[in-house]
């Protein structure tokens, strides 16, 4: 096991109801998309604390805000609103010159090593060049001692033989070491590590986790490592996060979370990943659907469109119908599909946001009734029902009633929260999560 | 949507009746078998041995692992087998595809195969996916160009039929690349190369970039695709976990040779090669507790270590290991190894079983 010391309770930098929201420009991309007001959440109200010496993980799907989280921390991208508190002052609001004194306190690891080094500069230059633009050194050779020193301390040795490399003479692993002696360099107190080990093989990944554990110890490092990969996370991270569209669903110690993950997305991840262990091999069950857009994302709960536990207050509206039917739509004919999309005036109605819906018939409100009413027969268990409040004919329409959404907030639970409206006995008749497993 | 042609709309879900029936029909075992594959690349340092005398064979249907460290020759091989590899390479050896051999073929016919009969994926899917065109005209250009003699309409409905079975559902088929998510445009673009039914694909790495659900739908499509279309599967990756899931067997590849090949339960549970035991040490699961890892790095190809090229860094090297190359040995039924720990003894002179000492290996000697 790595030394994971017990992490003293004072905060390195804390997070305060952080938003960053790209704002979505009449690129090409967003005018073909018809999208051209609003903005993407990339990050949205997030409040976390980041205590000195810990390594806190920071897990999340591919779109889910974590890189942008990164970089906030770093002043590398203004927040929308919210503040970083980094040792009294809020790193969100910092002017640039301050930010530049900031950042030596604060690295960033990347997780592409090649793109992070310049091919033209050769290790020595490179490492020490965050001594030259901090003006941390004062002759030249102290510059070079302390390019040796770092050099050493990842690893990179005989030290004489990659002071003159350069980037294409390095393997994959070899650049990645360097781009961590270059980030502990100026000694920082926080490495912001995003996705560092995934694009490495197994084996040097293993080399260079255990590097970081090896510098947290000597260095007193506090790490966000941000990745998808849980099992490293499992690993190398004393706390996780766990992200999903902007937002933090679960946080608290990681050997809680992965023994008892309590919100279903974490459940969902857990359950999703494949073990090598040839006596394992049962299919995974996977939550449905994509993704949401984060310019677009879900009312209520985000993770509702796929949550196996949904139930009312979750956030239901006209567009989870829409992906009811189009997920309907690819396990039946081709000829039924025309049948049934045939039923409606215009399918764009059911991108309709609010509580209550009308659905055009093309010909008759009845037959689209009918069809509703099948797919109800037919899967009574869908989560979609348990939101749909009214449904009924008024003239050539169809009208659907949703119940009133809910945002869920974290809620504390022992050492973790959560942020799910099972856990909340308000809202959920017994307010337990196994009680609900089908 | 679509204008819907007049046509009446054909039956549905009926098995595919097509060249793939066919193929099926064959009652030939091997898809493919290679013998003593050879593949190098000239470069001023002298040839780069990427793959090595290597010999594999591949069912209909079948799905095969191929694990190993970077730069050990997966993509190498994985490329050879399609007749995809770049001007400065050459091959020796056979690869025997339904019969043909592929090798000395004329770069045309090759060309001929792509698409109906190989298909490739990659890992990074916008890149071969055009911004400006419609899903739809991506399948129709595709579609046109290998099968000509389909009707608009019938190409349509081959396209909707493949790329429902990705979960992505109709009415988004004129919809542009960028409409879509990272993980849909993976199974769009996948969608693109089975809907040609290929008879063999080649994927490598086609998950690495991707989060755990995506991967696992994407894991789950192509064994969807094997038991309907008896596709033939080889699934570079370094992902032993999903290896394990979505293989029949696993082939394990160091330095430019398969040193273990086997079904994939035997050969992950009872590794017998040296190199596979500590390949599945390193891999970082669920019940890890402890980093491992393998000193030292896999050698340059273009001067690779005499014997077994696995011997400087091998724990359980022999005298005999740097001396002799290993020859394939059956451990068990279906089961191969190339490692003197299993034989032959009639080869190992007395004595040359001795442990051999090795020197210190440095910890940035990485790969
Ligand atoms: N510069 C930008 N302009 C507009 N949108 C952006 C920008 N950068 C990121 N986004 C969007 O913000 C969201 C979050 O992106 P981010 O890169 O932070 O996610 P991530 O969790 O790091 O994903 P990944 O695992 O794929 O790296 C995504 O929807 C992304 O498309
Ligand atoms: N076009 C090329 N010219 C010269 N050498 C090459 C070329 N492509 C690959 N090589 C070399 O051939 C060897 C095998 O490379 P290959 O890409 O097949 O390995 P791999 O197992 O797929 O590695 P990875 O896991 O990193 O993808 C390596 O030593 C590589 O440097
Ligand atoms: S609040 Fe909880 S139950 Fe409701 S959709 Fe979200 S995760 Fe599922
Ligand atoms: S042949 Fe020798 S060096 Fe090679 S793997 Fe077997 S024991 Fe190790
Ligand atoms: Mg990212
Ligand atoms: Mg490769």
Known sequence: MPTKPDPTDDALIEVRDLSVHYRLGGSAAARLLGRDTGAVRAVDGVSFVLRRGEVLGLVGESGSGKTTLGRAMLGLVRPTSGRILYRGRDIGAARERDLRRLRRDLQMIFQDPHAALNPAMDLGTAIGHPLRIHRLAATPAARHRRVVEALERVGLVPVEQFLGKYPADLSGGQKQRAVIARAIISGPSLLVADEPVSMLDMSVRAKILDLMLELRRDLGLTYLYITHDLATAKFFCDRVAICYLGKIVEIGPTTQIFAEPRHPYTRALLAAIPEPDPSRTVMRDLPRGEIPDAARPPTGCAFHPRCPHAFGPCGWEARDLRALLESRWTRIGDDRYRAEQSLFADLAELDTPGRRIQIRAAANAQGLLDLLTEMRAVDPAEPFWRGVTDIQIDGDRVVIEFAPPVEPHLLPMDEVAVSCHLYDANLSPDAQVSDRTP | ?367
């Open chain 2, 1 to 367: 949507m679509s204008a819907d042609r007049d046509r009446p709309p054909e039956p549905e879900d009926a098995p595919p009746a097509d060249s793939r029936s066919e193929s099926s029909a064959r009652t030939s075992t091997e898809l493919l078998a290679v013998r003593d594959l050879r593949i190098w690349y000239g470069t001023d340092r002298g040839p780069v041995r990427a793959v090595d005398r290597v010999s594999l064979d591949l069912a209909p249907g079948q799905a095969l692992g191929l694990v190993g460290e970077s730069g050990c020759g997966k993509s190498t091989l994985g490329r050879g087998l399609l007749g995809m590899l770049p001007p400065a390479a050459a091959t020796d050896g056979e690869i025997r595809f339904q019969g043909r051999n592929l090798i000395g073929m004329s770069p045309a016919r090759l060309r001929s195969l792509h698409g109906p009969a190989h298909g490739m994926i990659f890992q990074e899917p916008l890149t071969r996916l055009d911004p400006l065109m419609r899903v739809s005209e991506h399948f129709e250009e595709t579609l046109h160009t290998h099968q000509p003699d389909l009707t608009r309409d019938e190409a349509r409905h081959r396209a909707l039929s493949a790329l429902r079975g990705m979960g992505i559902p109709p009415t988004r088929y004129r919809s542009y690349p960028h409409e879509f998510s990272g993980g849909m445009r993976q199974r769009i673009m996948i969608a693109l190369t089975l809907v040609l039914r290929p008879a063999f694909v080649v994927a490598d790495e086609p998950t690495t970039a991707l989060d755990v659900l995506v991967e696992a739908q994407i894991v789950r499509i192509l064994a969807d695709l094997r038991r309907n279309f008896a596709t033939a599967l080889l699934l570079i990756t370094h992902n032993l976990g999903i290896v394990a899931e979505s293989c029949d067997r696993v082939a394990v590849m160091y330095a430019g040779r398969i040193v273990e090949e086997g079904d994939v339960r035997q050969v992950f549970g009872a590794p017998a090669h040296p190199y596979t035991r500590e390949l599945l040490a390193s891999t970082i699961s669920l019940a890890t507790t402890e980093l491992h890892y393998i000193p030292g790095a896999p050698p340059d190809l273009v001067d690779p270590p005499p014997g077994c090229r696995f011997h400087p860094r091998c724990p359980e090297a022999m005298r005999v290991c740097p001396a002799r190359d290993p020859v394939d040995v059956e451990v068990d039924v279906g089961h191969r190894a190339a490692c003197w720990l299993h034989g032959p003894e009639s080869l190992v002179p007395p004595g040359m079983d001795a442990r051999l000492t090795q020197g210190a290996i440095g910890v940035a000697d990485e790969a």
